[in-house]
């Protein structure tokens, strides 16, 4: 079975777009979902409520500026996913973004060590829906899986000499799926700081500097991926 982790993303059926509009929302809330289903958008996986039932999902939608950048906590079943994708990576968003060599440079140095980097946070929804979503202010959230311990080191360091312009913020995802913001990451090896939050779809804790280290040794999960095309 394939795995959903946190910020993937995901196609619902006509089913459960029905049921999930039934819900008494508001104006605002119902004219973002029609929007959502008639345009085909997906919503992205959260990290699952202990309410939920194992065989539900629990989703995120994230609207643009133009509806306050409102966020929607909805929950369809799994047997309703149609499709699974991926935020756009950064070459993409970079290549789109005309951001220039530095960016680029940076996306073939993670690459030649393995790390795929995926662009979320507003930069992500912008790319997607082609709405606005970004303010002078925007972070550049990354996903940065690595193979290994010893990468997210050598990523974290390049991360805080990098300067594309904007600030960088995002988390490095190691094969297990746990996942820990590159900012804390390099607080702990530094000896800033003893322990860090781990995040995965079902589960935050705190962990020191030897746990994480031996997260490079878990099993990948085998997570859903599918080129950014509409189901």
């Not at 990576?89 to 530095?102: I, M, N």
Request: charged share 15%.
């Amino acid at each position: 079975m394939k795995v959903l982790a946190r910020n993937q993303l995901v196609w619902l059926d006509a089913q459960a777009w029905a049921q999930m509009q039934a819900h008494p929302w508001d104006d605002e809330a119902q004219h973002i979902l029609a929007h959502w289903r008639s345009t085909s958008l997906p919503l992205v996986v959260c990290r699952q409520r202990v309410e939920a039932a194992p065989d539900q999902i629990c989703l995120g939608l994230p609207a643009p500026q133009h509806w306050s950048r409102r966020r929607l906590a909805l929950t369809a079943r799994l047997d309703q996913v149609l499709a699974f994708g991926v935020f756009p990576t950064l070459f993409q968003v970079a290549h789109a973004c005309h951001w220039g060599p530095a960016a680029l440079d940076l996306d073939l140095a993670l690459s030649n060590w393995g790390v795929t980097v995926h662009v979320y946070g507003s930069h992500g929804w912008q790319f997607l829906t082609n709405m606005p979503y970004l303010h002078d202010g925007s972070d550049l959230d990354l996903s940065l899986a690595v193979p290994d311990f010893q990468t997210a080191c050598r990523v974290q360091a390049q991360l805080a000499e990098v300067e594309l312009g904007r600030r960088l913020d995002g988390e490095i995802v190691f094969p297990g799926g746990q996942a820990v913001a590159w900012r804390e990451l390099q607080r702990l090896v530094t000896g800033q700081t003893s322990q860090v939050l781990l995040k995965d779809r079902q589960n935050i804790r705190l962990a020191t500097l030897a746990e994480v280290q031996e997260l490079g040794a878990c099993a990948p999960q085998d997570v859903a991926e599918t080129a950014l095309a509409l189901p």
